[in-house]
């Protein structure tokens, strides 16, 4: 049985499963507008507590999530995709890339070690708790190179998943090391204390993908094709989809940030119900952080 360890070491990991369940139960049912007191019964708390805990959990409140589930904006945004990723791009990633107040450093395995799928690599990992559900890190002496998603009772399936994509290397469980990485990740209160390495695995063409979904701002949103168009030629757009479904660390490596032409969500590799609540939580992360500036302007 996997241990799952909470972000904060003083506070029982019930309050985070309470808080995915939550997340969940309002991605899955926003169309239907859901009260403040149907999502608290959902988590198993009083609306006022509730709302308390999910505002400090999650980084913003029950009402600004729920607003920004309808992603009525992404048509919006997806027009103005093609300049945003132009300007990302341009300022290069060679150095930290800044990713929803985290700051990220990108290194690359090189195709030899690559081909060699993962032996003589050492990999730590462990399971814990995370406003999307069970989160699995795992980290080389390099930095973090896998992060997945499941719901409670799916932990096997999950680990299953993502060594398959290195069959050969080591795999020792380390839930100290993983905590603290999953704390400078989804602690509201945490993110931006430190740069957080990346050592992404995979072929140049996946890289050269997965590095121009990083230059994808929080907020916003990109089509296949646009990305197909910067890397390679618009006609790609089925092999970005590939390289994207290949992610080896979501939400860092943000594909979900990725729709349809038309702005739909499509696939997504851990359920498109928790692609929603990752788009939910940057949009309204971002109103709040905007919301000062935009009051002195009026």
């Known amino acids: ?71 009525a904006h992404a048509k919006k945004e997806l027009a103005e995709g093609a300049s945003v990723l132009d300007a990302a791009l341009d300022a290069g990633l060679s150095g930290p890339s800044r990713l929803h107040d985290l700051c990220l450093k990108i290194e690359a395995m090189t195709p030899g070690d690559y081909a060699k799928a993962g032996r003589d690599v050492k990999i730590d990992y462990g399971f814990h708790a995370s406003p999307f559900g069970i989160a699995l890190i795992m980290a080389t002496d390099k930095g973090v190179c896998g992060m997945g998603f ?27 090391r993983a905590a603290a990485i999953a704390r400078s990740i989804f602690d509201p209160e945490r993110q931006g204390e430190t740069v957080l390495p990346l050592h992404l695995m995979g072929t140049p063409w996946q890289i050269k993908v997965w590095e121009a979904l990083l230059a994808i701002p929080s907020g916003k949103f990109v ?76």
């Open 1 to 71: 049985m996997n241990k799952i360890i909470a972000l904060h070491p003083q506070e029982d990991t019930a309050e985070w499963r309470r808080m995915s369940r939550a997340i969940r139960y309002l991605s899955e049912h926003y169309l239907n507008q859901p009260r403040l007191e149907d999502a608290a019964s959902v988590a198993g708390l009083s609306p006022f507590h509730f709302q308390r805990v999910f505002t400090r959990y999650v980084g913003v409140s029950p009402k600004s999530f729920v607003g920004h589930l309808t992603l």
């Open 150 to 176: 499941a719901d409670e009772g799916d932990e096997e399936a999950l680990l299953a998943d993502l060594k398959a994509r290195w069959p050969k290397a080591e795999y020792r469980e380390n839930e100290e």
């Open 223 to 298: 089509s296949y094709g646009t990305i197909a168009a910067k890397v390679c030629t618009p006609r790609a757009s089925r092999a970005v989809g590939a390289a994207v479904g290949r992610n080896p660390i979501s939400w860092l490596i943000p594909c979900h940030r990725v729709l349809g032409s038309n702005g739909a969500l499509t696939g997504y590799h851990w359920g498109v119900a928790r692609k929603r609540a990752m788009l939910a939580v940057e949009g309204a992360r971002l109103d709040q952080s905007e919301r000062p500036s935009t009051s002195a302007m009026a």
